[in-house]
């Protein structure tokens, strides 16, 4: 069964960090460019960062060099750090593949919330 199961968001103050990890299951996420998005409430899903499946990375140029994508094979997972967190990247966020043809169902994401 193809899934994947977003984790690690919460409550942060301004500045802080976080790590959110996506378990994927029923594909190897290394043949895959892999994604993080967002969707805050009332505006459309982004794309935060993206990941190739030969490690290219990619931002969104509201990210400015705070996050980090990266993925661990072994434990087929997508991670993303966050550091020097603001309140306006609060949002759900999810990860799925990057080419829209080949997206999987979305997971219920997790939720980040940056406030003091």
């Known amino acids: 069964q193809v899934q994947l199961v977003e984790s690690g968001g919460g409550l942060v103050q301004p500045g802080g960090s976080l790590r959110l990890a996506c378990a994927a299951s029923?594909?190897?996420?290394?043949?895959?460019?892999m994604g993080w998005y967002r969707q805050a409430p009332g505006k459309q899903r982004e794309l935060v960062a993206g990941l190739t499946n030969g490690g290219s990375t990619n931002y969104a140029d509201f990210v400015e060099g705070r996050f980090t994508i990266s993925r661990d094979n072994a434990k087929n997972t997508v991670y993303l750090q966050m550091n020097s967190l603001k309140p306006e990247d609060t949002a759900v966020y999810y990860c799925?593949?990057?080419?829209?043809?080949?997206?999987?169902?979305w997971g219920q994401g997790t939720q980040v919330t940056v406030s003091s």
């Open positions: 799925n593949r990057l080419n829209p043809f080949g997206r999987v169902t």
């Open positions: 029923g594909f190897t996420v290394s043949s895959y460019g």
